[in-house]
Antibody, heavy 118, light 111 residues
Framework: EVQLVESGGGLVQPGGSLRLSCAAS????????MSWVRQAPGKGLEWVAN????????YYVDSVKGRFTISRDNAKNSVSLQMNNLRAEETALYYC???????????WGQGTLVTVSS | QSALTQPPSASGSPGQSVTISCTGT?????????VSWLQQHPGKAPKLLIY???ERPAGVPDRFSGAKSGNTASLTVSGLQAEDEADYYC???????????FGGGTKLTVL
């Protein structure tokens, strides 16, 4: 059974940093792109970043370029999102999803909540 | 990057069909056959309904179908059921600069 479990969310002040992690199981992790998708409270979905199977290619939504970094550890079956200089409008539920998004995402985690507030 | 355009709401009675549109540009929906549709119930993670414009993952009923014409993609839900009441999002690949963009979502109400 494919499982994606996010962790690392919490309350952070504007300008602060947070690192999200996603532990994957039930599939050959190193064979798949992985993505982060977020959803602000009561709002729609927004793709944030994705990373190629071997970590060589990474892509980001314009609004987070230079502040967020996606990475993966294929030995530990995990993908992470380092978020720096966070803004209030980035308060959202952050989902980890299997795939790069070109063909959608068939498997999702339950999400981890990030709240950016003073 | 600009989001794809979806109607904010749609509705239909049980047993009827409803079609949700998703309008992009010649740089995203019109350029690639990489349109997907997701269904999201309140408080739940999204569920993939359609990928590659018209392909259904295993387990998705054939009541859900996708199509594309030019810069506009569409999702048709046939034989509406109460459990189809949810939010629906389209996505499209938009090239290596923007990669994936979402529509704003459509709230489907089953009357």
């Amino acid at each position: 059974e494919v499982q994606l479990v996010e962790s690392g969310g919490g309350l952070v002040q504007p300008g602060g940093s947070l690192r999200l992690s996603c532990a994957a199981s039930g599939f050959t992790f190193s064979a798949y792109w992985m993505s982060w998708v977020r959803q602000a409270p009561g709002k729609g979905l927004e793709w944030v970043a994705n990373i190629k199977e071997d970590g060589t290619d990474k892509y980001y939504v314009d609004s987070v370029k230079g502040r967020f970094t996606i990475s993966r550890d294929n030995a530990k079956n995990s993908v992470s999102l380092q978020m720096n200089n966070l803004r209030a409008e980035e308060t959202a539920l952050y989902y980890c999803a299997r795939g790069g998004g070109t063909y959608g995402w068939e498997y999702w985690g339950q999400g981890t909540l990030v709240t950016v507030s003073s | 990057q600009s989001a794809l355009t979806q109607p904010p709401s749609a509705s239909g009675s049980p047993g009827q069909s409803v079609t949700i549109s998703c309008t992009g540009t010649s740089s995203d929906v019109g350029a690639y056959n990489y349109v997907s549709w997701l269904q999201q119930h309140p408080g739940k993670a999204p569920k993939l309904l359609i990928y590659g414009v018209k392909e259904r993952p295993a387990g998705v009923p054939d009541r859900f179908s996708g199509a594309k014409s030019g810069n506009t993609a569409s999702l048709t839900v046939s034989g509406l059921q109460a459990e189809d009441e949810a939010d629906y999002y389209c996505t499209s690949y938009a090239g290596t600069n923007n990669f994936v963009i979402f529509g704003g979502g459509t709230k489907l109400t089953v009357l």
